[in-house]
Structure formats: C-alpha cells, structure tokens
C-alpha cells in the first residue's frame, strides 16, 4: 500500500525513493508491527480480563502451572494483528509468495481460535483427528498453489544445504512435502507454547535468519554467488520475516515470564504454519528443521513418549514435551526458556553458514 503512495511522491522528492529499498521496508515493516504490538497489547489483554478469555490449566501438567489459571489466552490475535497490518503497509501486494504467506497465516489461526473457543466454551478443543486433517488440507492446497503456479523451474526442486550440487526435481511431489513441512512445523510450534516465552523467541529467531535467506534467494547475484536457488520476487518475504520479528517482540513484551497473556493456538499454529510456507517457498526445507531444532526436539519427545508408553509401558521422559521434562527436575521455567532460546540462536547461526559453505 505504502510503496505505492510513495513511488507516487517520487515524483515530487527524488528522496522518497529509499522506500523502494527492501532492506528499508523491511526495517519500516518490523518497526511499525512492534510499535503497533506494544501500543495495543495492553487494551487487548484488559479485553480478554473483561471476557474472561483465561487460560485453563491441565490437571496433569506440571504442577507449578496452577497458578497460570486464568491468565489471558488467544493473545496470538496481538502478534497476527500487528504482523498482517504491517505486510500490507509495506509488503507488494502483487507478490505471490506474500499472499500465500498471508494465507497460510490465516488460515491456520482460523484452526488455531476454533480450538481455543472449544477449549474455552466446553472444555476441550478439537479432536485431534480433525484438527490434523484441516492442516493436511490446508497444507495441501498451499502445496498445489504453489506447484500449479511455479514461474521457475526452481521452485519445484529440493535442495540440500552445503552440498549444493545435490538437488532433484519435485514435481507433483511438492504437494505433499508442502503439507508435511506445514503441519509438521505448526503442530510444533503448538507443542513448545508450554511456557512464558518459549515459543515466540525462537520465532523471532527463526524469522530474522530466513530473512535473510529471503533476501538473498530473491537477488539474482547474490544468489549465483552463494550458490543457493533464486526464486523470483522471493525478497518480498523479508518484509514478512521482518514484520514477524516485530510484532514478536511486541508480544514477547507482555508474554515473557511471568506472562501477562499467552498465545494460545490462534497464535501457535499460524506462526508455525508460517514458518514452514517460508522455508518451501525459499526451496530451504532442511535448514529450517536446523534452525528449528529445539520445536523438533520437542516435537520428537512426545512421539517418542507416546511410542515407549504404547509399546513398553514405560515413559522415556518424566514428562512430554521436552520443557515439561525438565521443570520436574527441578530447572526453574526461566532458565528453560533462556537455554533453550540460546540454543536456538546458536541453531539459526548455523543455519545461515550454510548460505556459504559448499
């Protein structure tokens, strides 16, 4: 919207031209989603008190999170609100790979407040069978988008990081490995929201290191000489990735312990939806399960508890997921969240060597 108007005053200050600059966008754009986040956080949260939108607590969790009983949930509405608003302010609406994210984003935090309003109203959510599948599809059709409506040939094949010469056409196979990277990673961004602050950090993390992928997939000669794929117009998901980065430190403000609102599913599974659509559109599948490495270990504690119980009887951790685990020996939820937002800066690190290592 505002590229627009500002190519329009171009004609009047030769000045206005910096906006046509990504990387100013993209600051403007994270600018703007975190000043809207921390400016309209503290109505939301009164909001969700007078509605008494509170989160309710598991009997079978750990103990400790008792006392987080009727703490504000759905803030996710905070983080979407100043992300969106952000993108359209500043992102190209003509970009495809924006409206995709757009919709992903939305789509899945439809999910997401359907089974937050279910929790809310009659106790529990959506059955797991349903939920699945409306990620599968939601998936799937992203997948199907994005196959039918390729420009370039590279954007319908897998690339592996550091060894760069490997890569194999998808084809019709992207369909597929789209739904799975969209489920996988929004089931595990749902999963790691267990305590103040765990989810949104390594988020934000995330988002700035594929920011960076964004902008050097989408320029043509930065590209070549990375070795990395060049996707068309793939530069325009920076100003996602930086208005994402915003409006996650905007929540970050009110959600780190002890939280003052938490997220809920409406934030979790758009986010996390997001962050998968990303990595596919940029071809770097593989690099997000890297730098997302600490929502995969969380995601593999519970499938491997699950498993052990179902086969054996007998649990591998004291508690599923991972953090849970953890907080019943005797770590303090702080310290997790921080080593574990570390580790993720570490991972995201390693992530982007490999935008140079052959």
Not at 65 to 87: E, W, Y
Not at 98 to 110: D, E, G, I, P, R
Not at 288 to 300: C, F, I, K, N, S
Request: hydrophobic fraction near 55%; charge should be neutral; include cysteine.
């Amino acid at each position: 919207m505002l590229l627009e108007l500002f190519a329009w005053l171009e004609s009047v200050d030769q000045g206005f031209a910096v906006f046509q600059y990504l990387t100013v966008r993209g600051v403007a754009a994270l600018l703007t989603a975190l000043g809207i986040a921390l400016l309209i956080g503290p109505w939301l949260i009164r909001r969700l008190q007078d509605r008494r939108i509170g989160e309710i607590v598991r009997d079978d969790g750990p103990s400790s999170h008792q006392s987080k009983s009727g703490t504000p949930t759905m803030g996710g509405v905070l983080i979407l609100l100043a992300l969106l608003v952000s993108v359209l302010l500043w992102g190209t609406w003509s970009s495809r790979h924006l409206v995709v994210l757009l919709a992903v984003t939305v789509a899945y935090a439809l999910i997401g407040m359907l089974d937050d309003y279910l929790k809310l109203s009659r106790g529990r959510g959506i059955s797991a069978r349903l939920k699945f599948s409306l990620q599968v599809a939601f998936g799937a059709a992203v997948g199907w988008f994005l196959f039918a409506t390729a420009v370039d040939p590279v954007e319908t094949r897998f690339f592996f990081p550091v060894i760069k010469e490997w890569q194999f056409e998808l084809g019709w196979l992207l369909i597929p490995l789209t739904a799975f990277m969209l489920t996988l990673m929004s089931n595990a961004a749902n999963l790691t929201d267990g305590l103040d602050g765990l989810t949104i950090a390594p988020t934000v993390l995330i988002a700035g290191g594929l920011g960076a992928f964004a902008y050097v997939t989408g320029h043509v000669e930065f590209a070549a000489y990375l070795g990395i794929p060049h996707v068309p117009m793939a530069g325009e998901m920076m100003i996602y990735c930086t208005a994402l980065v915003g409006a996650g430190l905007g929540f970050l403000w009110f959600n780190t312990y002890p939280a003052q609102v938490f997220m809920g599913d409406i934030g979790a599974l758009a986010l996390g939806a997001a962050l998968g659509a990303l990595a596919v559109m940029l071809r770097q599948e593989i690099v997000l399960m890297l730098m997302a490495g600490v929502m995969m270990m969380e995601t593999l504690s519970v499938v491997l508890q699950v498993v052990s119980y179902r086969l054996t009887g007998r649990r591998i951790f004291a508690m599923a997921p991972l953090h849970h685990h953890f907080e019943l020996r005797g770590w303090p939820e702080p310290r997790i969240a921080v080593r574990f937002w570390i580790i993720t800066m570490v991972l995201v690190l390693l992530g982007l060597s490999t935008l140079k290592l052959r």
